[in-house]
């Protein structure tokens, strides 16, 4: 208070002040109302009863560490400990022990922009229903010199179900590209719609008049909207944002192809996607989602009733996804919300 009144009287304003000594100013105002007043503070008196025990926390702490998780975040990390048969303690706790041990790792910074929607809505319900494809730039060794990943992925399962790097983007590749994956993949074109923004390879001849001679039904993103494409944008955003992902730029076609074909394979086969209740495309578009959504909810339902006292609500959802729509119109996000 002698500290606060001094620099007070010397011109300093109160919540700068306060500031200085981590305290509010309404904290010197009650001071100075009730100047012989004791600390009213006193704290938690008692452990919550549903509080983890010290061994349970070791637990945690010990998995959160271990080289083969500390890589994982609590979403990733918490449904794959399910999908083995191990349930520890919910997600929030997971993260409320990482910011109390200082556990959490910075990220780097993503720009969050508005989701404008767009009149354009394909709604998949099966694989190979609508697809989404887009082009992205790797870098070279050589300043200015990129190569450009082609990449199609199913909307419904988010599973890649091709990719192939060239050294320029152009149509004749494009529709080349889209031939073979139909081809590869064994999937009837017909009545297939295949989304993507407004690129020069998207809108070329040769590429529009191939899918017509597929039989694919095209679809673009809305005339100067940059998200208009957002399962594509999603999926090189964790590309290039991956942990894997490489810093320095890749020496030739070939280093490029190999670290593609790992990512592919890891996002596929591995990586939980938080938009299809954390199971891996993989097993979302070979139908083996509800046996795992399945078995994770005997596991809660079993940890609920050995702890009923740590749920206050229901257990988490772990429901399979259904309907999956494509740029959903307002009153849909609405609705769902």
């Given at each position: 208070m002698s500290a606060i009144d001094q620099a007070t009287a010397g011109g300093a304003r109160l919540a700068q002040a306060c500031q200085i000594l981590g305290i509010s100013a309404r904290t010197i105002e009650r001071w100075r109302d009730n100047p012989e007043g004791e600390d009213?503070?006193?704290?938690?008196?008692?452990?919550?009863?549903?509080?983890?025990?010290?061994?349970?926390?070791s637990q945690v702490l010990s998995v959160l560490t271990s080289s083969r998780y500390a890589e994982l975040s609590p979403k990733q990390l918490v449904p794959q400990l399910a999908d083995e048969g191990v349930y520890l303690a919910s997600e929030s706790t997971f993260y409320r022990l990482q910011r109390r041990h200082g556990l959490r790792?910075?990220?780097?910074?993503?720009?969050?922009?508005?989701?404008?929607?767009?009149?354009?809505?394909?709604?998949?319900?099966?694989?190979?229903?609508?697809?989404?494809?887009?082009?992205?730039?790797?870098?070279?060794?050589?300043?200015?010199?990129?190569?450009?990943?082609?990449?199609?992925?199913?909307?419904?399962?988010?599973?890649?179900?091709?990719?192939?790097?060239a050294d320029r983007e152009s149509a004749e590749l494009a529709a080349e590209f889209i031939t073979e994956v139909c081809r590869?993949?064994?999937?009837?074109?017909?009545?297939?719609?295949?989304?993507?923004?407004?690129?020069?390879?998207?809108?070329?001849?040769?590429?529009?008049?191939?899918?017509?001679?597929?039989?694919?039904v095209p679809s673009f993103s809305r005339p100067h909207v940059s998200d208009d494409n957002p399962y594509s944008e999603s999926l090189f955003r964790t590309l290039k944002h991956t942990p894997a992902y490489p810093r320095l730029p890749f020496a030739d076609s070939q280093a490029a192809r190999r670290w593609v074909e790992r990512f592919v394979g890891w996002y596929n086969g591995q990586h939980r996607h938080s938009a299809i209740r954390f199971v891996t495309p993989d097993e979302r578009h070979c139908g083996r989602e509800h046996r795992i959504l399945a078995s994770r909810h005997q596991l809660y339902q079993r940890a609920r009733a050995s702890n009923p006292e740590r749920w206050s609500r229901a257990t988490r959802n772990w429901t399979p996804i259904g309907l999956v729509v494509l740029n959903p119109p307002r009153a849909d996000m609405q609705a769902a919300a």
């Open positions: 009213a503070r006193h704290g938690p008196h008692h452990r919550p009863h549903n509080a983890l025990s010290s061994a349970e926390e790792r910075t990220r780097r910074p993503m720009s969050r922009t508005h989701v404008t929607r767009s009149s354009t809505v394909h709604r998949a319900s099966a694989p190979n229903k609508v697809w989404s494809w887009d082009i992205t730039w790797l870098p070279t060794n050589v300043r200015g010199i990129y190569l450009h990943l082609y990449l199609v992925m199913d909307v419904w399962s988010r599973r890649i179900v091709g990719w192939k790097i590869d993949r064994q999937v009837d074109p017909r009545g297939l719609v295949l989304h993507s923004d407004n690129g020069k390879p998207m809108r070329g001849s040769t590429m529009v008049s191939t899918l017509q001679w597929l039989g694919v």
